[in-house]
């Protein structure tokens, strides 16, 4: 069925280091890749996304790459800070529902601490 | 804009008992969806609503679960014979077109005791 690995579960960098999560998605339908960030008690946000028509997007110290032969996607974050400190998920989404909605499947979250 | 708003935030009711959660949109948005998180987890999705109509419902989505979205606005989600299994966040997103990221509300935290 259709699955999404992320790795690693969790993660810790020192404040000012790049932090790297990586995502696997098997359903080949999938052209749409968010990626969210969760604070606790809080709702995901959607922090930056890219469609499979692009290899790789940046926002700021935030960049995503794509290997949609590989079916890989990568999240970016360059320069970290204490307040990067959250859990990620990554989702892959497809259009190809009988509702024609997106529907996400999304990663099992990588918990990333920066240390001051 | 307030962003996607759901209540109650948090809610504990003993098994057997019906719950009932709700979501308010963004007003502009006319897509709506319900989501489930478990610890340690990633979202599931549930179910999806484009204006009033439900158009896609998980297998996760058992009988005991209905959701509702009346005159295409705010959505209300009900599990009848709650289940220790239930507890969970019940997470609420909504988007304007298809090709827009979802905005998550903060999520209703269910505890079945």
């Known amino acids: 069925g259709e699955n999404v690995e992320q790795h690693p579960s969790t993660l810790s960098v020192q404040e000012g280091d790049s932090a790297v999560i990586k995502c696997t998605y098997s359903d080949s339908a999938s052209n749409y890749f968010p990626w969210y960030k969760q604070e606790l008690g809080k709702g995901p946000q959607l922090i930056i996304d890219i469609r499979s028509n692009v290899g790789e997007k940046k926002d700021q110290r935030i960049a995503v790459t794509l290997n949609k032969t590989a079916k890989h996607f990568s999240l970016h974050i360059t320069e970290t800070q204490p307040e990067d400190s959250a859990v990620y998920f990554c989702a892959a989404g497809t259009d190809r529902t009988t509702s024609g909605t997106y529907k996400y499947i999304f990663g099992t979250g990588t918990r990333l601490k920066v240390l001051a | 804009d307030t962003g996607v708003s759901q209540n109650p935030r948090h809610k504990i009711t003993k098994r057997g008992q019906n719950v009932t959660f709700r979501c308010d949109p963004i007003s502009e948005h006319n897509r709506l969806y319900w989501y489930r998180q478990t610890l340690g987890q990633g979202p599931e999705f549930l179910t999806y609503f484009q204006n009033e109509a439900q158009l896609e419902k998980s297998r996760l989505l058992s009988d005991r679960f209905s959701a509702e979205r009346p005159k295409g606005s705010f959505s209300t989600l009900e599990i009848q014979r709650t289940e220790q299994g239930d507890s969970a966040m019940y997470l609420c997103?909504?988007?304007?077109?298809?090709?827009?990221?979802?905005?998550f509300g903060s999520g209703t935290r269910l505890t079945v005791v």
């Open positions: 997103a909504s988007s304007f077109t298809l090709n827009y990221g979802y905005t």
